[in-house]
């Protein structure tokens, strides 16, 4: 699966994420993987402004509905 983010190979809607296996993709912000059946956020950082978070949860609630479709 490429980046869920990637609207064109330049051009990310969010966090740009590489893959690391089926459950786990790294961004520049830190870790997401699958948790209990769900997507979660292991940050790199401590520190995050407003337009930063908003993006890590709209890329959490994309991982999630696109899990819960393959299912």
Partial sequence: MECPNCITPWK???PHLEQMSDSIY??????FLIK???WIFTPVDKEFDVDT???IIDTL???????ARRY
């Fill in 12 to 14: 990310c809607n969010g």
């Fill in 61 to 67: 609630r994309n991982l999630n509905e696109s899990h």
């Fill in 26 to 31: 790294k961004s520049i912000h830190g870790y």
């Fill in 53 to 55: 978070l908003f993006s």
């Fill in 36 to 38: 209990n059946d769900r």
